[in-house]
Each structure stands twice: as C-alpha cells, then as structure tokens.
C-alpha cells in the first residue's frame, strides 16, 4: 500500500482521497454488509465512470437503463447485448476502483442456463466486467447457478424489475400487498442460497426492503426501496438532471444538480456567440506562419545531384 492510503485490504474499500485503491470485487462488496453502506451509480461511459469512480462510487452498473435515459426508449427492452457490452467495455475501461456490474438485457438470459453463461461471459471476456446482473426470482435459479459455475459472480434483483414491465402491468411499486411481501422475501433467500452476492430491491415498500434486509446475508442495494438497505443505487442520469426538460423524476430520486439546464444554457450561448461571430476569438483560432521554413532554407542536395527546396 502506498504512503496515505487509507484502503481496508479486507473490503477493498477505500475513499475518494485514495484514488489508487484496489478494485473492489464482488467478494469485498459483499463483505461490506455491516460495516458501511454501499453506494452505487449506473453508468454507461468512460469519463462519466471515470468522474464517478473518482468520487468514491463503490459500484458502476451499466444498466439496461441505457435503453431509455441515453436512446430514449419507453422501457429496457430493446437493449441489445452487442450495445451493452461496448458500453461496458468503456465504463470498465474508465473505472479504476469500483466494481463493474454488467445488467444482462431481455432474453439475453430467459431460455437456458448455456445461452445465459455465454452471454455472461461475454460482459467478462469482451466487457472487462467483473460480475453481471439478472432480474427475477425462482424463475432465473437454473441460469444464476450455470452463470456462477462459469466463475462469474451475479447480483440478483427483486421488486419492480423492468424487463417485466409487460407482465406487471406498468412501473409500479412491488411488494405492497402481505403476500407479495412474503413472496419476495422467499425468492430473496432462493437466490441468496443459489450464491448471488448482492441484490437489488427496486421500488419495494421500506419496511419490506428493510426486513429482506435483515434476512439475508448479502447486500441489499435498494432503488426506491427505503433508508433499511445496506446501499443505494439510482440512475445516473436522474441523480445530475441529464434529462430533457419536463421528464417526470420518479420520486425516489435525490437530484443532486441540474446538468440537464448547465447544457441547455451552454448550448444557448453558443449559439449565440456563432451567429453573433463572437465565436471563435483569435485566441481560439490559428495563424499561418509569417515566412515558410521552405523559402527561407533552401536545401541542395550537391551530393546526390538532386537540387530541392
Ligand atoms: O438498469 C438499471 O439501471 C438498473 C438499476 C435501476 C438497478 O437495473
């Protein structure tokens, strides 16, 4: 460890100030239950993943989300693995100390457990990621086995989860109802027990989230799913305002800037400039030089017999 580093060697953990800190993998997450809470981002390219690693982000998942805060989709069904993969390569290319998650898109992991493992792989092999993530529950058991028996580790995901938004009816709120709360504690611990080393819980009542929480001995990184959990994730996106003005925020997000209005307004003003000429300055464009070096130093070449200038 280099002089002033404040890593734990066990978890991998490290702050913002110690930006040469190891990776964190999906065993160091893990092990971080109880001792701190997690915080984690998507993210879908490199200088944005580089911003985010820097600030301390323990986890950067390049989520199916890409599908509708970067291509404007409706929902996440349309991503395509080739997509994700790239952008994974990209996040984990940036990254330096957060553990990289690819999200396997739709039907990329629904048919069988072999069609799940090469397509886990390829976030691994071609993406640089260090574990995938899956949605669902009982159903998903026989690919998050296959998957683990490659070597990759898989976080599960509970509660709302987007690629069953046709099923579900609508993005809503999982888990309100006692029996649905029973039932995604039940498939909490299946999963815990097929070997998943976190799990997020999407849009899950607090008191639900907290007691799934309590259950299993995994993290639980909750996205509108209450304080309870031992981490949080949001999209990255909602949590900087990158959005197109009049987009509904989903009340779960904490907005922590307004980089949508900083680009609306800097755009403003440039076109402003350009169509005043005000942009570009000299200072921001080029000068020929006063004499050419070719005039100015003739080269003979005697010896050859050759004569140039
Ligand atoms: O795709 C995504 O961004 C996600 C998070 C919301 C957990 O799955």
């Given at each position: 460890?280099?002089?002033?580093?404040?890593?734990?060697?066990?978890?991998?953990?490290?702050?913002?100030?110690?930006?040469?800190?190891?990776?964190?993998?999906?065993?160091?997450l893990?092990?971080?239950?109880?001792?701190?809470?997690?915080?984690?981002?998507?993210?879908?390219?490199?200088?944005?993943?580089?911003?985010?690693?820097?600030?301390?982000?323990?986890?950067?998942?390049?989520?199916?989300?890409?599908?509708m805060?970067?291509?404007?989709?409706?929902?996440?069904?349309?991503?395509?693995?080739?997509?994700?993969v790239?952008?994974?390569?990209?996040?984990?290319?940036?990254?330096?100390?957060?553990?990289?998650?690819?999200d396997?898109?739709?039907?990329?992991?629904?048919?069988?457990?072999?069609?799940?493992?090469?397509?886990?792989?390829?976030?691994?092999?071609e993406?640089?990621?260090?574990?995938?993530?899956?949605?669902?529950?009982?159903?998903?058991?026989?690919?998050?086995?296959?998957?683990?028996?490659?070597?990759?580790?898989?976080?599960?995901?509970?509660?709302?989860?987007?690629?069953?938004?046709?099923?579900?009816?609508?993005?809503?709120?999982?888990?309100?109802?006692?029996?649905?709360?029973r039932?995604?504690?039940?498939?909490?611990k299946?999963?815990?027990?097929?070997?998943?080393?976190?799990?997020?819980?999407?849009?899950?009542?607090?008191?639900?989230?907290?007691?799934?929480?309590?259950?299993?001995?995994?993290?639980?990184?909750?996205?509108?799913?209450?304080?309870?959990?031992?981490?949080?994730?949001?999209?990255?996106?909602?949590?900087?305002?990158?959005?197109?003005?009049?987009?509904?925020?989903p009340?779960?997000?904490?907005?922590?800037?307004?980089v949508g209005?900083?680009?609306?307004?800097?755009?403003?003003?440039?076109?402003?400039?350009?169509?005043?000429?005000?942009?570009?300055?000299?200072?921001?464009?080029?000068?020929?030089?006063?004499?050419?070096?070719?005039?100015?130093?003739?080269?003979?070449?005697?010896?050859?017999?050759?004569?140039?200038?």
């Open positions: 460890m280099t002089k002033g580093q404040t890593t734990s060697l066990a978890t991998g953990a490290s702050s913002p100030e110690t930006p040469n800190a190891p990776r964190l993998t999906a065993p160091a893990r092990a971080l239950k109880g001792r701190r809470k997690i915080a984690a981002l998507t993210a879908y390219d490199a200088p944005t993943a580089a911003l985010l690693d820097a600030a301390g982000v323990d986890l950067l998942l390049v989520g199916d989300s890409i599908e805060v970067v291509y404007g989709a409706p929902d996440t069904l349309g991503a395509t693995l080739d997509r994700m790239a952008h994974a390569k990209a996040v984990s290319g940036a990254a330096k100390r957060a553990l990289v998650v690819g396997l898109p739709y039907l990329t992991y629904h048919t069988t457990p072999e069609e799940a493992v090469r397509n886990a792989a390829r976030f691994v092999v993406g640089g990621c260090r574990a995938v993530k899956l949605e669902g529950g009982v159903q998903r058991l026989p690919m998050i086995r296959a998957i683990l028996s490659a070597e990759i580790p898989v976080m599960g995901h509970l509660g709302l989860t987007p690629q069953s938004v046709n099923a579900l009816g609508g993005f809503k709120v999982q888990g309100r109802r006692a029996t649905e709360a039932r995604l504690l039940d498939e909490a299946k999963l815990v027990d097929a070997g998943i080393f976190a799990l997020v819980l999407e849009c899950v009542p607090a008191d639900v989230a907290a007691r799934i929480t309590e259950a299993i001995p995994v993290p639980t990184i909750g996205i509108g799913a209450g304080a309870g959990c031992d981490g949080q994730i949001l999209v990255f996106h909602d949590l900087v305002g990158l959005t197109v003005p009049g987009a509904r925020t009340r779960f997000v904490r907005r922590y800037a307004d209005e900083i680009v609306r307004k800097a755009a403003a003003d440039y076109v402003a400039d350009v169509r005043s000429g005000s942009f570009p300055s000299e200072a921001e464009s080029f000068a020929s030089d006063p004499v050419d070096p070719a005039d100015a130093a003739p080269v003979v070449l005697y010896a050859a017999g050759v004569q140039r200038r």
